[in-house]
């Protein structure tokens, strides 16, 4: 019952990523043959004598087999040992900073981290004692420059970043932070597992915004975190059973749904991301285009290597500056202003007054001029189009 990519072998590694996405984490319910899991939607489970649990399960804070299936799941396509679902991202990524880390201790976090991973880090991780260095996660000098040996326990970071899509070469991030006695915790949810897969490339924590492509659908808000290693396991399963910031089962269901089809959304995502930065490319109120995916983005070489395609969000400047860039915000019609990503409605925002308003400021403020799609899967030339009315003034 615990969220072990193990549980199902028939579908472990050696089967391909679409396969196991439809049907690692779950084998068809003995009694009824249901073939998708259903939602169990219990708080308890009936002993047989005291102690006598079924299947392991006692309490749904500690264990639900909904989570269970969608925990095995996320297990298996990150090619991780267990896997963990939480209530959202920002629930994973407390709960795994208060398993990994005590009062006294660092962290090294990137300098363009989602606003709201920041927040978490500034506002709330370093009152109870955890210090924190931002660095740049594409210069894998100043990440070990930002090290204090024998008190960082964690370089976090997220690559592509958001909303700048920074590059951090994970490979290299973790060997240096394996050097420094640290873990590398990577942050994959703007590529997904469908497009990186950290933990065979040195990490050691995968955590996701769930809420974005996993789910994929913009209904539902969770988090997870997905482990290669089960000492470290076990005190994630301490935390998350002591903090209590766990999916519900209905929400875990939605998670599941969606993951099994992330393999062909991920595809149309990035096709239709590429027809757009064609697109912007070759637009006169657009002064620069942001993806890992062009060659002259300085990370590209390394998004190359580490990723299968580069992804769906697409950041770019406006020329004629922050009012214009509110302004294109606002006249979108078939892409939604709206703060989130990942899932299949095109979403527009402004990341200085929307997402990114908390680091306005800070070492993390982000361009005034700067817009962020989420590209969806929608007809390509709709957005195109879309966009080219965005832009246009008068
Ligand atoms: C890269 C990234 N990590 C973490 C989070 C936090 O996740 P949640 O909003 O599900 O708490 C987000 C949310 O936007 C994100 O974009």
Known sequence: MTGSSSEH????????????????????????????????????????????????????????????????????????????????GLAAEHTLLQALCAPGDHVVVPDDAYGGTYRLFAKVEQPWGLAHTPARVSDVDAVRAALRPGQTRVVWVETPTNPLLNIGDIEALAGVAHEAGALLVVDNTFASPYLQQPLGLGADVVVHSTTKYCGGHSDVVGGALVVRD???????????????????????????????????????????AEKVVEFLGGHPAVSQVIYPGLEEHPGHAVASRQMSRYGGIVSFRVAAGEQAAVDAC?????????????????????????????????????????????????????????LDRALSVG
């Open 9 to 88: 072998p028939e579908y472990a590694e050696k089967t391909g990523f679409e396969t196991r996405a439809i049907h690692a984490g779950y084998e068809p319910d003995p009694t009824t043959g249901a073939v998708i899991p259903p939602i169990f939607a219990t708080s308890t489970y009936k002993q047989d004598g005291v102690g006598g649990l079924r299947g392991g399960y006692e309490y749904s804070r500690s264990a639900n087999p909904t989570r269970t299936a969608l925990e095995a799941t996320l297990a298996a396509l990150e090619g991780g040992e267990r896997g963990f679902a939480f209530a959202s």
């Open 230 to 272: 089960l000492e470290v396991a076990e005190r994630i399963a301490f935390h998350q059973n002591s903090i209590g910031a766990v999916a519900g089962p209905f929400d875990a269901w939605l998670t599941l749904r969606g993951l099994k089809t992330l393999a062909v959304r991920m595809d149309r995502h990035c096709d239709n």
């Open 330 to 386: 606002g006249r979108a019609r078939v892409f939604t202003l709206a703060e989130s990503l990942g899932g299949i409605e095109s979403l527009i925002e402004h990341p200085g007054r929307m997402t990114h308003a908390s680091v306005v400021g800070t070492e993390l403020e982000v361009p005034a001029d700067l817009v962020r799609l989420s590209v969806g899967i929608e007809t390509a030339e709709d957005l195109l189009a879309d």
